[in-house]
């Protein structure tokens, strides 16, 4: 764990807990290791910290997914759970109606080894969308007061680097009681290369825990869901 790998609220980034699959991922052998992934979905438990208790994931693969949880070195708790499809890409129909249209551009170090974006950096481009996405369209609702509860991103097509900027279409889909549901969708003009869902979950600073929404915020929401 590295200071590095903290986000504005102290917590180990969400992007993080990507990178550490992807890395025990690359330990367990060709076959898993050099396999195409086709989705990705993080469940978030609870906030990790910074600690000099080193972070251990635990992996198993049952047919075509690969389970991990991410946990701290000589502790039963986990901080997030990770399932991982293998597998051939397949298409991906766009939302109708499609949500509001951002741009979002790739940069030469979000490229892997096979000089395309890699998973990982991709949760990292929808996060980017995704904060920008609140913090001009919700007024006084901002990204600080919600942690990501659950995020899955969903590939239909490699990413490759290009000098023009990618669309990501954004819309908020659902407000519950304490959470609410984004969906993102990254596309090139020819169809959609990748799918992200994300659900957010309203938390409280001082307490460090999950809270409800509050009638203002519940209303400012809802008048943006499409």
Known sequence: MRWADLDSLNHVNNVVYVAYAAEARELLGEGVAEATV?????RY???????????VVVSSLEGAELRQEIRSEGADDVFADIATELGGLVPIVP????????????????????????VTKMFELFQEARVLYLSTRLGRVTPGSFVVGTVSVQQARPLPWRAEAYDI????????????????ELSDGGGIIAR???????????????RRLDDDERATLEALVG
């Open 169 to 184: 279409s954004m819309r908020l889909s659902r407000v519950g009681g304490g959470s609410l549901t984004i969906e993102a």
């Open 196 to 210: 992200s869902t994300s659900v957010l979950v309203g938390f409280d600073l001082e307490s460090q825990r999950a």
């Open 95 to 118: 939302h109708t109606p499609p949500g509001e249209a951002l741009s979002i551009r790739v940069r030469r170090a979000d490229l892997d080894s096979s000089g395309l974006v890699s």
């Open 45 to 55: 438990r609870r906030p990790l910290l910074l600690s000099s208790r080193p972070v």
């Open 38 to 42: 086709r989705s990705v979905t993080v």
